[in-house]
């Protein structure tokens, strides 16, 4: 009996056009990597036997927390099941079919029956690339893969066989997934709108219509039990003939918001987002529209090169191992969280050190930020923030869980004035009671550093930027992948002038978050970084230890 599958709008359409480049850039939970990804491989890796292809991640982190996951889970709803119909993580059974050039090792490959293989190609592990020899590429979350080591090392790979699938539509193909991207450095994929033919693309949405219509007639005939004219298959043959040759210089570039999934989603989960993310990343990740880029930011210094990848490979190459016996519980459902992971997945962390925080406090979110100095650099190693119902015990419970490996339980808590005497209705004590009786609740030592009131914002600006700049004492570098709003919030910090000189931007912060204020941007989160920089660099936490500062629990 056949099993009926449900594809929304986009995804159906993405699969009926079958362009060899693919570039969509949709909103979360759109089906990217369950309905539009996992259709693209099993495509391509049936209609090509024996073919090697590429799933390129940003991390490795992600591609173990996010992209195989939804693959997985996907094809298990399918009817493929892992150990079955393929492997991963390890050598294929020999009942399996080898692929035509086989990978020198099976560490990081997904090993289908046919033998054709997916190697998962991670940007921060080098060498994902070298000496393969490809004939499709997934790019997953296009938004954080860096171009240029794309184009330098990958996709030269993607040449495909032309002995074997030259005929094919598929051979050389490449279907990129993103977010939209809310940087400049991200956008690498947007010019493949440019790109795309639509003459191209409405011919081959004609030919599948023509293809379709000749099949039920010749369905039509054969029920009836009435001969098929010759001419028929002949037609049909010729226009696959066609469509074929359309596909494999088609390029399709299509920008879908998480509304089009919405008869799955449901209006809580949108409502739900709009709530719990920041306006800035509600606009990009769930109604997929374009931003613009503050150009004359308050952190006007800060580059490129203060974001940094740090994946502890060797911890999550054992997780990865766990596939080839159990699936590690990544065979998921769609609407199931991926694969919780802790600090234990991060190279950055020294755990026997303290961490130092800094935070922002308000009625509608709560930030903590996370860093630890490592001679001149100060590391931010993660942030987090809560919203709305959710308050301090709950970020700092967030803090503890994913910290609950950390050997030396000590926080090094830097705070200002604003944290004194004020209180959000959490209960009669002010932020600074509440943070440290949490933190102590959970079981860490809390060194409170008091840093007086809080600095001026030109003063502020000149030493942050300086920092960035290498001129004082710690240079601020970021964990990409554990600090993304927070990223996005200090890109796109402004500065507003005024009668006393020139400040952060700060007008979107008491807005409710609404459609009218997308545009604007809170800067909460920026905040507890200013704070946790200010700290470090004028209040080294070793120093701080060693003399009673004011305030000092």
Known sequence: MEKKVYFNNPQRLTQLIGANTTVIVAGRRTGKTDSIAAPFLLRNMQRMPG????????????????????????????????????????????????????????????????????????????????????????????????????????????????????????????????????????????????????????????????????????????????????????????????????????????????????????????????????????????????????????????????????????????????????????????????????????????????ICIGMDYNANINWIVAGQPDGRRLNVIKSFYVKFERKIPEVVADFCSYYTSHRNKTVVYYYDATALGSNYAVNEQDFRWVVIHEFERHGWTVEAVYLGNPMRHDEKYLLINQGFAGKQRLMPFFNRQNNDDLILAIQAAGVSRGRNGFHKDKGGEKLAESEEDLLEHRTDGTDAFDTLYIGCEKFPYRDAFSINVSGVI
Not at 93 to 122: L, M, T, W
Not at 305 to 331: I, P, R
Request: overall charge positive; charged content about 20%.
């Open 51 to 354: 073919s090697t292809g590429g799933i390129v991640v940003p991390t490795f982190r992600h591609g173990l927390t996010n992209t195989i996951p939804g693959l997985l889970a996907a094809w298990k709803r399918w009817g493929f099941i892992n150990g079955l119909h393929y492997v991963v993580g390890r050598r294929p059974p020999k009942s399996f079919q080898r692929a035509i050039i086989e990978p020198s090792d099976y560490e990081h490959v997904i090993s289908f029956y046919n033998g054709s293989c997916a190697v998962i190609i991670s940007q921060d592990r080098p060498g994902s690339s070298n000496s393969l020899t490809l004939s499709w590429l997934l790019v997953d979350e296009a938004r954080f893969i860096d171009f240029q080591k794309l184009k330098d090392e990958t996709l030269p790979a993607n040449g495909g066989i032309k002995s074997y699938f030259g005929r094919h539509s598929c051979n050389h193909s490449m279907m990129v997934l993103s977010d939209m991207p809310q940087t400049q450095r991200g956008s690498w994929f947007l010019n493949y709108r440019e790109k795309m033919d639509m003459e191209v693309i409405e011919a081959i949405k004609g030919l599948v219509y023509e293809i379709w219509r000749v099949k039920q007639r010749i369905r039509s005939l054969n029920a009836k039990h009435l001969p098929v004219p010759d001419y028929l298959p002949s037609h049909l043959r010729s226009l696959d003939r066609r469509l074929n040759q359309l596909r494999s210089v088609a390029v399709y570039y299509k920008e879908y918001s998480s509304i089009e999934n919405l008869q799955l989603l449901g209006e809580n989960y949108i409502r739900q987002m709009k709530r719990d993310l920041t306006p800035l990343t509600f606009q990009t990740s769930i109604l997929c529209q374009r931003i613009g880029i503050a150009k004359d930011g308050f952190y006007s210094s800060m580059r490129e090169g203060h974001k940094y990848n740090a994946s502890d490979f060797e911890f999550l190459d054992e997780k990865f191992k766990s596939f080839a016996v159990s699936g590690y519980g990544l065979e998921s459902t769609l609407t199931s969280d991926p694969l919780p992971l802790t600090s234990q997945c991060d190279a950055d962390v020294n755990p026997d050190a303290p």
